[in-house]
DNA sequence: AAGCACGCGCGTGGAATGAG
DNA sequence: CTCATTCCACGCGCGTGCTT
């Protein structure tokens, strides 16, 4: 494993001038930026999240107002209540993305926000709260509690609303390879603390986000 | 005008395997 | 034995671009 030093010197080269590489990296919102967020937005955008996959981003993101509407603007209190015929209809909505799987998990992600708004206030105050130094717990949290939040699905969410977290992007797991801490995509939970182990180390040593380091580490690989 | 294959970029479920 | 994890096959809707 390469230290930060290495990194960084990596990336300054690449970019030509620390303003170069600053200008492509990430900033994570603050805590308290990410309570202040409301549910409904977080749903929104974890919804969004689960019908971009596998899917072209621009064709689901043009979509989107659709979506708002069919779906209460993602006010969960009123999501939660959309029964099967009701799912059933929406199938036949050609302004949205048509997949019954997809479909049922909004309830569902609807029914988990609200289960932790009970629990913690919000669903803010969680992803706020949850410390960096562990964020492969709350990729699992999500993925066992939610719905259609497998793979890199939860990482990505957590980045697209600005929580600070690093992606296994096929990228960043081939940078991981090439310094010999996995030699697989990490799926298991020693490999993911493996990673989790790395990127804690690079934190510790710089001081950087861990979305920064996780897009420094990606520019490292060629593309 | 209609039909089809393709690529996109993943997630799921169940079976098989492994750890304790 | 149980429980967790890994592996594998399969499936998903849309837009593009091609053929019929």
């Not at 202040?36 to 929104?44: E, G, N, T």
């Not at 939860?154 to 977290?165: E, I, S, W, Y």
Request: contains cysteine.
């Amino acid at each position: 494993m390469r230290d930060y030093k290495w990194l960084h010197e990596y990336c300054l080269n690449r970019f030509g001038s620390a303003a170069e590489l600053e200008a492509h990296l990430p900033v994570p919102l603050t805590p308290a930026q990410l309570r202040k967020i409301s549910d409904d937005r977080y749903l929104s955008t974890l919804s969004l999240r689960v019908f971009r996959a596998g899917l072209k981003h621009s064709v689901v993101d043009a979509k989107w107002p659709a979506f708002e509407q069919v779906f209460f603007g993602f006010d969960p209190e009123k999501v939660v209540l959309m029964g099967a015929e009701h799912l059933e209809r929406l199938m036949q909505d050609t302004r949205i993305i048509r997949h019954l799987g997809k479909l049922k998990s909004v309830p569902r992600n609807a029914q988990m926000i609200l289960d932790i708004e009970k629990e913690k206030g919000s669903f803010g105050a969680l992803i706020a709260d949850w410390p960096v130094t562990d964020i492969v717990g709350l990729w699992k949290y999500l993925s066992k509690h939610g719905h259609q939040l497998g793979g890199l699905s939860a990482p990505r969410f957590l980045r697209m609303v600005g929580k600070d977290t690093f992606v296994p992007s096929y990228d960043v797991v081939a940078a991981l390879n090439a310094q010999k801490i996995v030699d697989k995509v990490p799926t298991s939970l020693r490999d993911l603390a493996t990673v989790q182990g790395a990127f804690n180390q690079w934190h510790a040593e710089s001081g950087r986000p861990m979305c920064q380091l996780s897009m420094m580490l990606a520019y490292t690989v060629n593309h």
